[in-house]
């Protein structure tokens, strides 16, 4: 089904934060506890013709796959510190990624996601961060008449 989808990602280091918002027509499958969502990434946001597929699996683990000038994956695993390969566009980085909180309540009328994770590099604290991924719209086929 097709759907409006928002996404607030914040990103904190100590005092400073940054904040980024997208808004977009997205595909939302579901299949028992495994959700899909698939998009184009905006071409205001420096990701221009990028796919992006995040899948929750239930509350467990979720992951995001960016497809295009700029692949990367990123592998969410409540309680769980994963490596996840970047592309910065002049090489592949490697980051650590620990979750703290996993929160699903994705349905066919909409919902949201909320993770919490921290990234390293190097063992090092780079960053504390969060998004909120919600369903602000459920677009139906108009019925044939």
């Not at 939302?28 to 796919?51: A, S």
């Not at 980085?93 to 703290?100: E, I, N, Q």
């Not at 994705?106 to 996601?113: A, D």
Request: aromatic share 4%; with cysteine.
């Amino acid at each position: 089904m097709n759907v409006i989808l928002s996404i607030v990602g914040t990103q904190s280091n100590g005092p400073s934060q940054d904040r980024v918002e997208v808004l977009t027509e997205a595909s939302l499958e579901q299949l028992g506890d495994i959700t899909d969502i698939r998009y184009k990434e905006p071409d205001d946001n420096g990701f221009e013709n990028c796919q992006t597929h995040i899948r929750a699996i239930a509350e467990d683990c979720v992951t995001i796959t960016r497809s295009g000038k700029y692949a990367s994956q990123l592998i969410l695993e409540k309680g769980q510190r994963h490596l996840n390969h970047y592309d910065m566009g002049f090489g592949q980085l490697v980051m650590g990624v620990s979750t703290s909180r996993i929160q699903n309540t994705i349905s066919p009328v909409g919902g949201e996601l909320t993770v919490n994770y921290t990234l390293e590099m190097n063992h090092s604290l780079v960053s504390n961060n969060r998004f909120v991924l919600k369903i602000v719209e459920v677009k139906h086929d108009n019925p044939k008449s």
